[in-house]
């Protein structure tokens, strides 16, 4: 199918410009020229490279809506990709976490989970892609971790480890925790009444009792040791496969170079500006949370994803767990005048193509896959989607009232 979008204002590489954009086959065809096709009159409305999220995981709450409440995962899934179309994200890495934990995070869950994408995908409108949220001390997800990596989109692979950050010593934040492997690293004693208070919203997302999670907590740091092997085994599998890697929450410039030295060339919500320095420094894409960015400030402390931006130490900008953000920062980062539009707008387009491998997307330009989004944007107001295309495809398209 031809189509031609007139008269929009066109965020090109580098430049926003009033043209004309033609897609044949899927793909951008012609900038510039005459109409053929199908023509949209897209006069005083944007046209985009269509958002790329890299690391999503508000498909939680459509898997469980209410506290140990589960809904059917077909019907979440749906729902889901209908979120994703109509706030303009036409590729999106789910990140399914793969943890030692029973419940919604659980390896088995997830694997249904991504075996149900894979049954939908004829039926879905964009592509639904995964991040295997890797838990490290969840040794039991190496066979899974394997199955997924020979699917039919390859996933990326995040290495997560919320068991050290749990386990660190009562009086060290987040954000100045060691490095996990190193001697420096100081741990919480699992009897303290204090761990109860810590691990309380994991035990109620793992439907267990306070006890029974702290047990569980006790025997899988037994693994630690072993914890650095596995990692090695997992990121051997990733580099065979090619897929994308990335550390996540790095404190300190010795992690990011100790996951880069694995194959892991992504920090993905860096901390701390050590971290994020050592990130840049060595040449690694740099991913920071989309609400952190449309809310002003990280809700955990950590870095502030305007602040990077306007540094350049940003190169994409995710959902994390809420879809709309993606747009909503760049409307925020855009008003904040944190840089120019065209910039900010590869931080949710090209940025993360670049961060996932993807070279056949995330910029107009010839030959490049039809990837689109048509929006409004009133001065002084939020953008809106009015429409998604996938490939060429309509995925989405909303007519407003007025």
Same mark, same amino acid.
């Given at each position: ?24 086959n899927?793909?951008?065809a ?6 053929q096709?199908?023509?949209?009159d ?7 490279p ?12 459509q898997?469980m ?25 036409a590729?999106a ?8 934990e ?6 088995a869950?997830g694997?249904d ?12 409108l ?10 490290t ?5 190496l ?9 039919p ?7 997560n ?9 009562y009086?060290?934040?987040m ?8 001697p420096?690293f100081?741990?919480? #004693?699992?009897?303290d009444?204090?761990?109860?208070k ?9 439907g ?7 047990s569980l907590?006790?025997?899988?740091w037994d ?5 650095p092997?596995?990692?090695e ?9 090619? #897929?994308?890697m990335?550390s996540?929450d790095d ?11 694995h ?5 993905e919500?860096?901390m ?23 809310r002003g ?20 900008l ?7 953000a993606?747009?909503?920062a ?9 840089a ?11 940025g993360?193509a670049?961060a ?8 107009i330009?010839l030959g ?5 989004v048509l ?8 953008p ?5 295309w ?11 009232a007025?």
């Amino acid at each position: 199918m031809t189509m031609t979008f007139e008269g929009a204002s066109v965020v090109l590489p580098g430049e926003i410009a009033e043209t004309s954009v033609t897609i044949a086959n899927g793909l951008i065809a012609e900038i510039g020229g005459p109409s053929q096709g199908t023509v949209i009159d897209a006069r005083g409305l944007i046209l985009a490279p269509a958002m790329i999220d890299v690391h999503g995981d508000a498909f939680e709450r459509q898997l469980m809506p209410r506290p140990g409440v589960y809904f059917p995962t077909e019907a979440a899934v749906i729902d889901t990709d209908r979120q994703l179309a109509c706030n303009g994200i036409a590729t999106a890495y789910h990140a399914i976490t793969l943890s030692w934990e029973p419940g919604l995070r659980d390896i088995a869950r997830g694997r249904d989970l991504m075996q149900a994408m894979r049954d939908l995908a004829p039926r879905l409108l964009v592509e639904n892609r995964v991040q295997l949220r890797w838990e490290t001390f969840a040794f039991d997800a190496l066979e899974t971790i394997e199955w997924a990596l020979a699917g039919p989109l390859l996933p990326s692979l995040a290495f997560n480890d919320h068991t050290s950050m749990t386990m660190r010593a009562y009086d060290v934040s987040m954000q100045d925790r060691a490095f996990e492997f190193s001697p420096d690293f100081s741990i919480a #004693a699992l009897d303290d009444a204090r761990m109860k208070k810590r691990t309380a919203s994991k035990a109620h997302r793992a439907g267990v009792s306070d006890e029974a999670y702290i047990s569980l907590l006790d025997k899988v740091w037994d693994r630690r040791s072993a914890v650095p092997e596995m990692i090695e085994k997992v990121a051997t599998l990733a580099r065979a496969a090619g #897929a994308p890697m990335l550390s996540h929450d790095d404190t300190k410039a010795e992690t990011r170079s100790w996951f880069r030295g694995h194959g892991a060339s992504v920090a993905e919500f860096p901390m701390v500006m050590e971290a994020a320095e050592a990130a840049r420094a060595n040449g690694d894409a740099i991913i920071f949370g989309a609400p952190n960015a449309a809310r002003g400030g990280s809700h955990i402390g950590s870095l502030s994803a305007g602040d990077m931006v306007e540094a350049g130490l940003c190169d994409a900008l995710a959902s994390d767990y809420f879809y709309p953000a993606m747009l909503a920062a760049v409307a925020r980062l855009d008003l904040d005048r944190r840089a120019d539009r065209s910039h900010l707008w590869s931080l949710v387009s090209h940025g993360p193509a670049q961060a996932m491998n993807l070279a056949d997307r995330g910029e107009i330009a010839l030959g490049k896959r039809a990837d689109l989004v048509l929006m409004d944007w009133p001065e002084g107001h939020t953008p809106s989607i009015r429409g998604t295309w996938v490939a060429g495809r309509a995925a989405y398209r909303g007519l407003p009232a007025g």
